[in-house]
């Protein structure tokens, strides 16, 4: 819910791999820093320039 609310999808070509790692990262670290989320998601690139929207989703289910 917290992809939609911050409108995240766009093409939807790399979402499955950002949820999991998204996912990932919350199960191990719950509260993650925003440096945190940018390592995990790093080796996830979107053409669509969504970054700052994941940042914002994963800091919203922290």
Same mark, same amino acid.
């Given at each position: 819910? /917290?992809?939609? #609310?911050?409108?995240?999808?766009?093409? !939807?070509?790399c979402q499955? !791999?950002? *949820? +999991? /790692?998204?996912? #990932?990262?919350?199960? $191990?670290t719950p #509260?993650?820093? $925003? /440096?945190?989320? $940018?390592?995990? +998601?790093? !080796?996830?690139?979107?053409?669509? !320039?969504?970054?700052?929207?994941?940042?914002?989703? *994963?800091?919203?289910?922290?």
């Amino acid at each position: 819910r /917290a992809w939609l #609310a911050h409108q995240v999808p766009q093409c !939807g070509y790399c979402q499955a !791999g950002q *949820i +999991m /790692a998204a996912a #990932a990262l919350l199960r $191990d670290t719950p #509260a993650p820093t $925003d /440096a945190q989320i $940018d390592a995990a +998601m790093a !080796g996830h690139l979107c053409r669509c !320039g969504t970054q700052h929207r994941v940042r914002a989703a *994963i800091r919203s289910l922290a």
